[in-house]
T-cell receptor
Framework: GESVGLHLPTLSVQEGDNSIINCAYS??????FIWYKQESGKGPQFIID?????DKRQGQRVTVLLNKTVKHLSLQIAATQPGDSAVYFC????????????FGKGTTLSVSS | DTEVTQTPKHLVMGMTNKKSLKCEQH?????MYWYKQKAKKPPELMFV???????INESVPSRFSPECPNSSLLNLHLHALQPEDSALYLC????????????FGDGTRLSIL
């Protein structure tokens, strides 16, 4: 499968491949992280979240990994499908009282069949 | 379909007009948010309402005026906007706990002439 070591704005994969999208977060005090998918003309759609007391969480075809040591978050999509084509954003809470989120720059995933 | 409903979907206005964006959610969420999103950029937080009270204003110009009439509704009043205010305006809601995801509407595409 395709993977990205550092954040890249775009990722192109073939249908059926596994995709890995990376994100570096900024605040050591952040303790909650979310991945969103945004399709053209739509708002961000919740995919999966993870709290800082976990290293890994799995959903349907998606897995989020959290490495607090290097402040790194990744989203793995298994058997990528054309419908997975979208912009993917990671988001972190601000590590303080309150619910505001800080969004990462986003990665555009393109899936070709 | 999203559970956060935003109207209108598109809005074109002149710099001297006054208009309002509306947002509604019926998930019983206690926190509501306004974000601004420019093309190919992540959403940027503008305002946070918690239990119908404004809790965060990210130094947004006064030509944007938020209002939360009740726990289900959120408005954004617009007056004397500038062309650089053209963007996608997203509303979101959450349960109000800092480890719960925000759920987004599909936004209002605003164009300032």
């Amino acid at each position: 499968g395709e993977s990205v070591g550092l954040h890249l704005p775009t990722l192109s994969v073939q249908e059926g491949d596994n995709s890995i999208i990376n994100c570096a977060y900024s605040n050591s005090a952040s303790d909650y992280f979310i991945w969103y998918k945004q399709e053209s003309g739509k708002g961000p759609q919740f995919i999966i979240d993870i709290r800082s007391n976990m290293d890994k969480r799995q959903g349907q075809r998606v897995t989020v990994l959290l490495n607090k040591t290097v402040k790194h978050l990744s989203l793995q999509i298994a058997a990528t499908q054309p419908g997975d084509s979208a912009v993917y954003f990671c988001a972190e809470n601000r590590g303080q009282a309150g619910t505001a989120l800080i969004f990462g720059k986003g990665t555009t995933l393109s899936v070709s069949s | 379909d999203t559970e956060v409903t935003q109207t209108p979907k598109h809005l074109v206005m002149g710099m001297t007009n006054k208009k309002s964006l509306k947002c509604e959610q019926h998930m019983g969420h206690r926190a509501m948010y306004w974000y601004k999103q420019k093309a190919k950029k992540p959403p940027e937080l503008m305002f946070v309402y918690s239990y119908e009270k404004l809790s965060i204003n990210e130094s947004v110009p006064s030509r944007f005026s938020p209002e939360c009439p009740n726990s289900s509704l959120l408005n954004l009043h617009l007056h004397a906007l500038q062309p650089e205010d053209s963007a996608l305006y997203l509303c979101a809601s959450s349960q109000g706990d800092r480890s719960q995801p925000q759920h987004f509407g599909d936004g209002t595409r605003l164009s300032i002439l």
